[in-house]
């Protein structure tokens, strides 16, 4: 099977989706922002192309983009598309002072470089790289644009499944060099590079992995998630279609069920936003009263502490355990293997001491608030 990242980002998201998109293959319009986006990456192509002797002029890159623009179908109102053109240009503009001039020893070794590599022995990866850079210690740059406004948060960034089959190209195409990823935001003109471990690519070859053996498996059900709002086949996807109702729920008025319930979530979300507020002026005044215990007005607040384990030390445990024989036993480092381990009779007092010197701790403080005749509580973290 011959597999992408688009294909497995498209099934991992919804299989529906991706049968009726690669194997229906029903047409889509296409969105504007994928139009701009391609005519940004065939600016970007120009510019870095290394068929260059030298880096072309800001208003040839400025040219490329508008060429490319012009060859897109209008499908918006004339001020939204001139609104789109003039953010093309300013980004470019943008980016091209910033990066035009080269660091030395830094040169493209190549544009848009597809790629079509074995997979598992019977599978292919396939895919197309924005740009590859040599750097000066002759090690390899991955670089892949992004043209969305949206920019995710770094530890999303860092997880990004499409530079983890990139990087498996580069090991296939340019052996033996060490190899960072880059995801450039051309919009916001940030760079977040990475270098991926090989635990890392192995997790993402297994996620691949899945999809090919689900796609074969002919598993295409459809997966609700937020991408179902914008998603452009809901017109041929059952989960849109009006259910049949069976004829002892038809007397159900489930329009007024929905609007109570939605009227409900929200004053529930505004109780908690109300809690987190107080909770924060109790802690504040029993903090600055030096207490904790206050009576007043037929009630009481006690605030108790305590420690919750955030994190553990692998190497200190392994260190601990391996001796004891009892390492091999933890076969995952996780909060609940070692406080069962803990709780058990295989560590005398000595040893479960030095175990638990391996934990980070957080303080926990929670408020309990009372009537002090009354057996009803409420705790609050």
Request: aromatic share 8%.
């Amino acid at each position: 099977m011959r597999i992408s990242y688009s294909r497995c980002s498209t099934y991992q998201h919804c299989p529906q989706q991706y049968k009726l998109q690669y194997i229906d293959r029903i047409p889509l319009p296409r969105a504007v922002e994928l139009e701009f986006g391609s005519a940004v990456h065939a600016a970007l192509k120009f510019m870095y192309d290394s068929r260059h002797v030298a880096v072309p002029s800001l208003d040839d890159v400025v040219n490329e983009f508008a060429k490319a623009w012009q060859e897109i179908p209008p499908d918006e109102d004339g001020e939204a598309r001139r609104i789109h053109f003039e953010q093309g240009v300013l980004l470019l503009t943008r980016h091209y002072e910033k990066h035009a001039a080269r660091e030395q020893g830094r040169f493209t070794a190549a544009t848009e470089e597809f790629f079509n590599i074995p997979f598992d022995g019977e599978h292919t990866l396939t895919g197309r790289i924005d740009r590859v850079d040599i750097l000066p210690d002759n090690e390899i740059e991955v670089i892949d644009y992004k043209t969305s406004r949206r920019m995710p948060p770094q530890p999303t960034m860092e997880k990004d499944a499409q530079l983890a089959i990139y990087r498996m190209a580069a090991d296939v195409l340019y052996p033996g060099r060490k190899v960072t990823t880059t995801l450039l935001y051309v919009f916001h003109d940030y760079e977040m590079s990475t270098q991926q471990t090989p635990e890392f690519l192995a997790e993402k070859q297994e996620e691949i992995r899945d999809a090919i053996a689900g796609i074969e498996a002919g598993k295409f059900g459809p997966k609700i998630g937020p991408h179902c709002d914008w998603c452009g086949y809901q017109a041929h996807c059952h989960l849109f279609r009006a259910p049949e109702v069976p004829p002892d729920l038809r007397d159900v008025d489930m329009a007024a069920l929905l609007a109570e319930y939605a009227d409900l979530d929200a004053q529930s979300k505004q109780a908690e936003q109300r809690l987190g507020v107080l909770k924060q002026q109790i802690h504040d005044y029993l903090d600055r009263c030096k207490t904790e215990r206050v009576a007043s007005g037929g009630f009481v607040v006690e605030r108790r502490t305590s420690q919750r384990v955030t994190s553990w030390d692998d190497a200190r445990l392994r260190e601990l355990l391996s001796p004891l024989g009892l390492w091999e036993k933890i076969t995952q480092v996780s909060t609940t293997a070692l406080r069962d381990l803990l709780k058990s009779r295989q560590l005398s007092r000595e040893e479960k001491q030095h175990v638990e010197s391996a934990a980070t701790y957080s303080e926990i403080r929670i408020l309990r608030v009372k009537r002090p005749r009354d057996s009803e509580e409420m705790d609050d973290e």
